[in-house]
């Protein structure tokens, strides 16, 4: 195991330890009630980088029902029946009264003592008449909308910190919105997210972050008892396998067999409409200019993993015809060519650094996510491919969702 990943261990072992701890201070949020105080997250105009953002509370509280499938789950939520064209409204008003802010996103308060923020699931028919009512998301940190963030606070917030920490942009491992963020904005779509930083294919660091097969688990175990949601009108995004091969050193036929299995229990539980990331070539992120010798065997994992994707594709849709299901559709969004297209032109897409991190981060140290490191003198958040050491910024999520819509199924309607 890299330093890196002994790091990460030892910082999850503390976690685990504190867990016992920290249980019965987290608890009260996920009591199932009634009324939850909403709030709404905003951005800082003044801060140029975009990262920075804030929380103020709306004066009216929300009703509906807390879900969770255990107490220690990365999928908390809260159901409400409000329209979320209501909610949004309400934090529009709310947020207007903050100078120099943008509204964001909402979420609601837990009642324990922590007072964490959690996501919303909007019940029922939320786009009636259209293929896609809702998107929902399993993956890693380049897909995380906030999930590994809050529930570092159970047991950072003593610290007063989070992971990420505040230099990133509302616990999304970049300075502002993720690439499916970005693809459900732009098309009115709601958007659930089962993602966490950190994850592999399997579950990772003694269990405590969950991999894909645990995150689609915990899906249906958390809405099982939802009424009124159609799975056949979700769409299912599926991006992971980054830290299989960047912090660990699997094999990646193994990974890919492994996710062919993830896909068959999604198809099994009613998905009909799944789309598929390859991996984009993680081996020339900054990280791999500091000291480390593996960027070669990584690479050679990514492209094995990504050729190996065809196939389970053809092999779960085999599968499912097998089994008479005959409205499945996967589609697969080629992200290592479209990334190495933005690696030779950088300027076409408004690109003019894509070799550092926008982020004065200048070692490869797990630890540095818990951090304040300060923007590059040179740094123009919009002009730089990375944010920090590995991952993107918000401006490359918002080229790579695109990539999403170009690739999708055109009966989903997706712009």
Known sequence: MSRKGR????ALACAASLFATTTALAQAPYADTHIATLRCLYQDLIDPTGARTGEVEAAEPIAGTWRYPKVWSWSKFFTTYRPEAEVDALCERTVATVPD????????????LLQLSYQIWYTGDVRPGEPIERIVSFGDSLTDTGNMSTVSQTFLSVFGGALPSSTWFAGRFSNGPSWVEYLATRNGITHNNWAVGGAQTEDAQ????NGIESQIKSYFDSVAVIPDHKL?????????????FVNDSKYATNIVRLQRDALNKLVDGGARKILVVELPNVSVAPVFRMGRTD???VHQRVYTYNSGLD??????????KDQGIDNLEIRKVPAYAKFDQVLNSPASYGFDNVTESCRKID???????LKTPQPRTHCVADRFLFWDTLHPS???HEVMSRWATDYAAPDWKLK
């Open 206 to 209: 003694f269990g405590l972050i």
């Open 363 to 369: 070692s490869n140290n797990f630890l540095n996510y």
């Open 101 to 112: 802010a943008r509204y964001v996103q909402a979420r609601v308060a837990g009642t324990g």
């Open 232 to 244: 056949d009108r979700t769409l299912f995004t599926f991006l992971v396998a980054g830290n299989d």
């Open 7 to 10: 790091t990460l261990s030892a």
């Open 394 to 396: 918000t401006k490359m």
């Open 311 to 320: 196939g389970i594709i053809a092999n779960v849709k085999k599968r499912a």
């Open 295 to 297: 960027r070669e065997q």
